[in-house]
C-alpha cells in the first residue's frame, strides 16, 4: 500500500478547547519510499493563528486562504487508498479528526495512523523529529513548516521501511492504517495554496555552507531524555512540550497547555511530576556541561521550572564555573593532526581522546561506519544512551573520520566534546555493556 505522509500547523494543542488547523502538509510516497508528489496548503482556522513564534504564520498571511471545508474533500482524496503517516500521529490524528467531523466526514475514534515518532523511538532510540533526522542526517532546516516537516518525517519513513519493513508488525501497522474515507471528483478543481517563505523567513535559514550549532539552540530544543519505547504517552508529552516552553512567557496558559498535550498523550496526572522532574534534570545537566551557565540558560532553566511548577535549581553567579564531570581531552586539536595525515595519504590515526560512557548520556555519530547508523543507534538505545545532533552535553561524537568538516564535528570542536573513531568507540562501549551484565 503506498503511503500519504501529513503534518499539520496548528492553533494550539486541543480541538476540544477550540483549537483549529492553519496548514496542512502532504507528501505523497509509493510502497517502496519513493516520494511521488507534495500537497500543502494554508487554512483559515476563523479565529486567531495562536503562537506565530512556534509555526510562524500570521494572520495576514491566511487572508484568502481556504476554510478547512473549502479543502476537506481534496484532502480525503489525496489519502485515500493509502497508509497515513505522522510523526507524534496521536496529535495530527487528533486535529484530523475533529476538523473532518466537523464537516459530515466521520474518522472512526479508533483509527490510528502509522506513527514515524514511535516506530523510531523503537527501532532507532529516537523520538524526537529533529535527534532522528540529525541521526540519519536528514537535512530539516525549516522546522514547523507543515510541509518540511512532512518531508523531513517522509525520509524518516523511508528508512523505517528499509529497516524494519519487512516485519509482520510493520506490515500490519500498515494494513491498520489505511486511510479509510473516500471522497472523488473534488481534487482536481481545487487551487492549491502553497506557502510562500518571506525574506523575514527564509533569512532565518542557515545557508547550506554555514555552520548550525546545535548546541546553541535554547535548552527545550536540545534536551531528550532517555526513555522505553514501549511509554508512547512519555514520548508523545515531550516532543510537545517543547512547544509549551518556547513562546518564553510564564503564565496561567502554560499550565492550560500541560494539561491539553497531557490529554494527547493519554497520560495520567501522576505521571507527569516524574517527567517533570527528569526533563529539569536533564536541562540542567545540558546548561552545565561546559562548566558554565550562561545568562540565557539561566533565564531558560527559571521558565522551565516554574512552567513545570518545579522549584528553580540553585545556581552560581553569573559568569562563575559550575562543577560537572568532563571527559574531554586537553591535547591539541586531533582534527588539525588528522588532516595532515590525510593530505599525504595515510589513514587518520587513533585519536586518543579520553570520553566516558554514563547511564542516559548522548552518544552522536556521524560519517560512513562500518555498521550502519541504524544498527548503532539501537545498539546504544538498548544501552540506554540517547542520540541525535549534537548538543553541549554530549559524551562524545563518533566520527568516520576524526578530521571531518561535517557541522556535527564543527560543533563538537567549539564546545570541546571529544570526537573519536569507531574503532575507539567500540571497546569503550563494550566495557560499558559489560559492567551493566
Known sequence: MPYAVIDLETTGF???????IIEVGVVLLDESGRIEDEWATLVDPRRDVGPTHVHGIRASDLVGAPTFGDIAGALIDLLSGRTLVAHNQAFDLRFLQAELAAHGHE????????????????????????????????????????????????????SLIGTAGHTAEWRSHVVGAGFPLVVRGELAEMRIATRVATSESTAEVAAPSALFDTADRPLWERVTIAGEAHDPGASVYLELLADVLSDGLISAAEYWQLGAIAEVAQLP??????????????????????????????????????????????????????????????????????????AVGQEPPATGAAFELTPGCRVVFTGTLSRPREEWARAIAEAGFITGSVTKNCAVLVAEDPASQSGKAKTAARHGIPVVTEAEFLPVFESYLASRA
Request: negative net charge.
Open 269 to 342: 496526572s501522576h505521571r507527569l511530576p516524574d517527567l517533570h522532574r527528569s526533563y529539569l534534570e536533564a536541562a540542567l545537566a545540558e546548561a552545565a556541561a561546559d562548566g558554565a551557565v550562561t545568562d540565557s540558560e539561566r533565564r531558560e532553566l527559571t521558565q522551565i521550572a516554574t512552567v513545570l511548577d518545579l522549584p528553580v535549581p540553585d545556581l552560581p553567579a553569573l559568569g562563575a564555573t559550575v562543577s560537572v564531570a568532563s571527559a574531554t581531552s586537553t591535547e591539541a586539536p586531533i582534527a588539525t593532526k588528522a588532516r595532515a595525515l590525510v
Open 107 to 158: 474518522l472512526h475514534g479508533s483509527y490510528a495512523a502509522l506513527c514515524t515518532m514511535l516506530w523510531s523511538k523503537r527501532v532507532f532510540g529516537a523520538a524526537k523529529l529533529a535527534d532522528i533526522c540529525a541521526l540519519l542526517e536528514i537535512e530539516h532546516r525549516n522546522a514547523h513548516s507543515a510541509l518540511e516537516d512532512a518531508r523531513a518525517a517522509a525520509a524518516v519513513l523511508a
Open 14 to 20: 486541543s480541538p476540544v478547547r477550540g483549537d483549529r
